[in-house]
């Protein structure tokens, strides 16, 4: 009950700065205003795909995508709701447009390589979560070396899939 409560309390704030944003007051920083609304839009999705709310995760990334295009996070978080979705293309779409915009982006490595292995496109996965932990600043390296491993194991590669536990 506290996450739908949360969720309804972050949608009304939503609302309240898209209003705001039209506003004359912010034509100063338009660009500046629709990248943050973007974000929290991309936010918000997230805790409804937790949620499995995936329509109206979707109708959030649309909204985040039709404010700022260009934003990494909600391309790479529409790659892995599409995952789920099982629309397979559109998820590769995706996370291939998130790393378009920024090809060091640790995350959205490591999304993507997980989407490949699941495809079991192992050695592609795998070149994916090596690119994303040579991010010195990547805060979560362990959990793309324990993706690695785990598609490693799929792959039959269990020395290799020994290598990334124990590095993660």
Do not use: W
Not at 13 to 25: E, K
Not at 30 to 47: D, M, W
Not at 123 to 130: I, L
């Amino acid at each position: 009950m506290d996450k739908r409560l949360r969720a309804f309390g972050v949608a009304l704030l939503t609302v309240a700065l898209a209003s705001c944003a039209g506003s004359p007051q912010n034509t100063s920083k338009p660009a500046n205003e629709r990248a943050k609304l973007a974000a929290l839009n991309t936010e918000i999705a997230v805790q409804y795909m937790q949620n499995r709310e995936f329509q109206t995760a979707k109708d959030k990334l649309d909204k985040a995508l039709e404010l700022d295009p260009h934003n990494v996070d909600t391309h790479n978080t529409f790659g892995l709701l599409y995952t789920v979705l099982g629309e397979h293309d559109k998820a590769e779409a995706a996370f291939k447009k998130a790393l378009s915009l920024d090809p060091d982006n640790s995350s959205a490595l490591n999304n993507y390589g997980q989407f490949l292995c699941q495809r079991k496109r192992f050695d592609e996965g795998e070149k994916m979560f090596m690119q994303a932990v040579e991010n010195p600043l990547y805060r979560n390296a362990e959990s793309a070396y324990n993706n690695a491993g785990v598609c490693a194991m799929a792959a039959g590669k269990l020395e290799n899939a020994e290598t990334y536990f124990r590095r993660a």
